[in-house]
């Protein structure tokens, strides 16, 4: 097929933009589970949406094609481009203009031989449209909600939805595409907007999930309407991605890597998961409403109370504990403050007014070990239950010693 | 659900094209300006030929529209959806603006949908009164164009007064913070949760002083893939420019760049993925990891 920027399937290009964007460092040859003119053609295509931000670097290897983006310059986010290329037929855009122009008002009513006529009066029968094709279009816009049906005896009459004025909303779906769930949908919305400056911009700015979009409006839809799913669902070390039946719950999303988990309750095991929102495709809505939902829902929020990131159990007695202290001067009460503010779950205890400490009890102590880590330079002490783990972050810290020539790093010099 | 032709850049440059095609003296240049403006780069190779070849009979061969209205679409369910989610954020709430009637929607999410979990606790009061009165006074500045005088608290805590022109806001969805972005003054940001009163200043009032540039430097890392780091690391540190590429089998190169006034921060983000990441570059960002990591031997840990 000859090629074209457009594409039908989403799912083929998430894949290649995330390799381009988080990564960058692998050479077309390096690409081994796709063949070398799919290669080109993504890498064409999405040059063709983002040439702005694509960098090159030649390595021993060969060309390196990468997405260089500061996201604290750029004010809307650019992998919300990859979702405007939706390849579509000549009878496809044809019609979607001729139907609109025909129900140019809310008032307009017409049966299906009446839009068969005027589209061919309209196109002075450049391309003639057979009612079953119409009739498909008509239904699919109707589910879209940008067309209406009224029954007057046996007819069914179709309209246009009435407009909605957005014009004075610039302001916040420029703020809200970039900041709320699914902002693509904004800047959708944006695009039907005068072209205007937009007055925010961002910091510790995640654009990453734009590839997600598709998939993360999908589960909310499920989540709104109580029910079952089944998805696809790979991993980092699982190519082979698996069908899994869940009951989706809540979408937790990291605003310190722009990661997007879903937090369901797999019935078969009768327990509660998360899945990476770029590791799941092909998300299916069954019939089904799952009637526990409400207590699912209070049996996570209890669960909450113990997640310092995505990982949680339905049992919340299944906990590790950790403590950790920390000493300050006299003038750092900042320190404390910085404790306070970022601890998710736990609490903070004063010592004395130089030591301070923090407990708490999580499900998983390994997605709290970078935070601990933050405080490097004035831990005094590390207390975990799982004394394996507690080990390991000393002698990490050691490693780091000796990484950096600080001395001191083997066993016995370390006070 | 999403990925759909309804919301495609072409078919919003074929609108465009077609509504500037109503004018009588609009020409193809013009016409062809409008597929760089709003689709991507090899559009033009595809879109006007279509139009003109009649593939897509949308234009007569005078380049005149076959259609008789200016083409225009109502919003799909999904973007009415999605305003209605928007419009129960309370930072959204800021804005003061009165969404559309869309009482027969549901939200496409509410917050109870989803969470945040590694958002700083102490993020600005947005529903508070005086806070939204501020934010609101910033906004209007902003759109036109006027001088602000401000009190406010320093970040010792201390009460000061300030005249500058605000441009625009920051947010950091970390520290679910607003600043103002500013010029005419020697501070280029200040946090709106810190000013106590402000008033506009008159519509001749300029301020001359601009503000010191944020420079930007650089990092090099070596990251060694040991439990997942690489992706760790690349997912964490996506938001900045950056360039890798990999040594050996399990270690990779990162060139970052950062603002000169987040090193502090930028420092503390490298220690948290501990020996996976060692800091190649430069010698004063190596330095401020040593001088940490000095500071900890001498805190007693074993």
């Known amino acids: 097929m000859a090629y074209s920027e457009l594409i039908k399937n989403f799912e083929k290009i998430r894949a290649y933009m995330r390799e381009f964007y988080v990564y960058g460092f692998r050479s077309r040859t390096e690409f081994a589970s796709k063949s070398t003119r799919s290669y080109d053609d993504e890498r064409r295509r999405i040059e063709s949406w983002l040439g702005d931000y694509m960098r090159f670097t030649q390595t021993a290897e060969g060309k390196n094609v990468f997405l260089s983006v500061d996201s604290r310059t750029t004010k809307h986010n650019p992998l919300y481009k990859a979702l405007k290329a939706k390849s579509f037929t000549d009878g496809d855009i044809t019609l979607h203009f001729a139907i609109f122009d025909l129900l140019s008002s809310p008032e307009i009513e017409m049966t299906l031989g009446e839009l068969i006529d005027g589209i061919d009066r309209l196109l002075c029968s450049a391309i003639s449209f057979d009612e079953s094709t119409l009739r498909k279009k008509l239904k699919e816009y109707t589910e879209e909600g940008i067309i209406q049906t009224r029954k007057q005896g046996r007819k069914v009459l179709y309209s246009r939805s009435c407009d909605t004025d957005i014009s004075s909303l610039s302001d916040v779906i420029d703020f809200s595409s970039e900041v709320l769930p699914c902002g693509v949908i904004g800047s959708f919305l944006s695009d039907k907007l005068e072209k205007h400056e937009s007055l925010s911009s961002f910091k510790h700015h995640y654009i990453t999930h734009a590839i997600d979009s598709d998939i993360t409006a999908t589960l909310f839809d499920a989540i709104s309407s109580r029910r079952y799913i089944t998805i696809k669902n790979a991993g980092k070390n699982v190519p082979e991605a698996r069908t899994i039946r869940l009951v989706p719950l809540k979408i937790l999303i990291s605003v310190q890597n722009g990661r997007q988990n879903l937090i369901a309750y797999h019935e078969k095991a009768n327990r509660l998961n998360s899945y990476r929102l770029d590791y799941i495709s092909d998300v299916k809505i069954e019939e089904q409403v799952c009637e526990r939902f409400d207590l699912l829902r209070k049996r996570l929020a209890k669960a909450e109370a113990h997640m310092w990131g995505v990982n949680c159990r339905l049992n919340p007695r299944h906990t590790e504990h950790v403590e950790f202290d920390i000493r300050i001067n006299g003038d750092e009460q900042f320190i404390v403050n910085r404790l306070e503010r970022e601890k998710r779950c736990g609490r903070v205890e004063k010592l004395d007014d130089f030591n301070y400490r923090y407990v708490a009890d999580v499900f998983d102590i390994n997605e709290m070990i970078p935070w601990i880590r933050t405080f490097i330079c004035r831990i005094t002490r590390v207390s975990f239950s799982d004394r394996r783990l507690e080990k390991k972050f000393i002698k990490d810290i050691k490693k780091m010693y000796d990484m950096y020539d600080v001395g001191g790093g083997d066993e016995n010099a370390v006070q | ?302």
Request: proline letters at 5%; hydrophobic letters at 35%; one cysteine or more.
């Open chain 2, 1 to 302: 659900m999403l990925f759909s032709e309804l919301y495609s850049a072409y078919y919003n440059t074929v609108a465009a094209i077609i509504s500037a095609a109503f004018s009588p003296d609009v020409s193809e240049k013009e016409l062809m300006g409008y597929i760089r403006e709003e689709a991507f780069s090899e559009s033009v190779l595809t879109i006007l030929p279509s139009l003109k070849s009649g593939k897509w009979p949308l234009l007569n061969d005078d380049l005149t529209p076959k259609l008789s209205n200016a083409p225009s679409m109502p919003l799909t369910n999904l973007q009415k959806k999605w305003l209605k989610a928007i419009s129960l954020d309370p930072r959204v709430k800021l804005f003061g603006v009165d969404f559309p009637e869309l009482s027969d929607t549901e939200p496409l999410f509410t917050s109870e949908d989803y969470r945040i979990y590694d958002r700083y606790a102490d993020g600005d009061p947005f529903e508070d009164e005086g806070y939204i009165k501020h934010f609101r006074m910033m906004l209007y500045a902003i759109k036109n164009k006027r001088a602000v005088k401000v009190s406010m608290l320093n970040k010792r805590g201390k009460r000061v007064c300030v005249k500058f022109i605000p441009t625009g806001f920051e947010y950091s969805e970390k520290d679910d913070k607003i600043r103002i972005v500013a010029t005419g003054c020697k501070y280029r940001h200040f946090n709106l949760a810190r000013i106590k009163s402000c008033s506009c200043l008159g519509e001749d009032y300029h301020l001359e002083v601009v503000p010191k540039e944020d420079i930007k430097k650089e990092v090099t890392l070596i990251i060694t893939d040991e439990r997942n780091a690489l992706e760790r690391v690349m997912l964490h540190f996506a938001h900045l420019e950056k360039q890798a590429e990999k040594i050996d089998e399990n270690r990779y190169l990162l060139r970052m760049k950062y603002y000169e006034g987040d090193e502090t921060e930028m420092v503390i983000r490298v220690l948290s993925f501990g020996p996976n990441v060692q800091v190649t570059a430069p010698e004063d960002f190596k330095a401020l990891i040593k001088q940490r990591l000095t500071m900890q031997k001498s805190c007693g840990l074993r």
